[in-house]
């Protein structure tokens, strides 16, 4: 398995409060990326890093926030959730951004 | 590979038997392409990958194929065991605004019967 964890793997969670989902890998890989994940839809890109302080946005960014101050950790913050982000969360690393990706074992978040 | 509204295409096969899941992707452009497997309460593992210059990858128990004429893609298994009992969908590497985004399809459930 690549050296990828999340934390934390499970979280229940109420409408208006804050939340923040970490990822950390030991690859020393230069991309990181969130997904979501829903029935129906797939994997959805979030926002994705290539590299220190470098973030993006992915196609469903609108309520959520990333910051990456180290190359092994990666995090995904939403201000204020709601239940529309009750989803499962899913953090991946490739070395270029034309590669192959690599995925942690996901954080299931469930918004009350 | 792809799904309609919240239900997965679904395969079912019998122990041993070959599994043949397909792929429909819609960009020409793309060049480089991926198999996951996810399991149940899993992350999606890397299985296999294409890149367009190639019409056929195998590794073990496993073939892709890549068919760019009609924009398809295939992956087989050979002698399907219980353990490959997972979701499988593909993904293109996809140009877009100027940077390269990897696309997934929404998957395909394998059943593997014993």
């Known amino acids: 398995d690549a050296g990828i964890t999340q934390s934390p793997r499970h979280k229940v969670t109420e409408t208006g409060t804050p939340v923040t989902l970490r990822c950390h890998q030991t690859?020393?890989?230069?991309?990181m990326y969130w997904y979501r994940q829903d029935p129906g839809h797939g994997l959805r890109l979030i926002h994705y890093s290539y590299g220190v302080k470098d973030t993006d946005k992915g196609e469903v960014s609108d309520g959520y926030s990333v910051s990456r101050s180290k190359t092994e950790d990666f995090l995904l913050t939403l201000e204020s959730a709601t239940s529309s982000q009750t989803s499962v969360y899913f953090c991946a690393i490739s070395d270029r951004q034309s590669d192959t990706q690599y995925f942690g074992p996901g954080t299931r978040l469930t918004v009350l | 590979g792809e799904s309609v509204g919240l239900h997965l295409p679904t395969l079912s096969v019998q122990e041993g038997d070959n599994s043949i899941i397909n792929c429909a992707y819609s960009?020409?452009?793309?060049?480089?392409f991926i198999w996951y497997k996810q399991e149940s309460g899993k992350g999606p593992q890397f299985i296999i990958d294409i890149r367009s210059n190639m019409d056929k990858r195998q590794g073990q128990r496993v073939t892709v194929l890549l068919n760019k004429t009609v924009k398809h893609l295939s992956l087989q298994i050979a002698a399907t065991q219980p353990g490959d009992s997972a979701v499988y969908f593909c993904?293109?590497?996809?140009?877009?605004?100027?940077?390269?985004?990897?696309?997934f399809g929404k998957g395909t459930k394998l059943t593997v019967n014993p």
């Open positions: 960009n020409s452009a793309s060049d480089y």
């Open positions: 690859e020393n890989h230069r991309y």
């Open positions: 993904a293109e590497n996809r140009e877009k605004g100027g940077s390269e985004k990897l696309v």
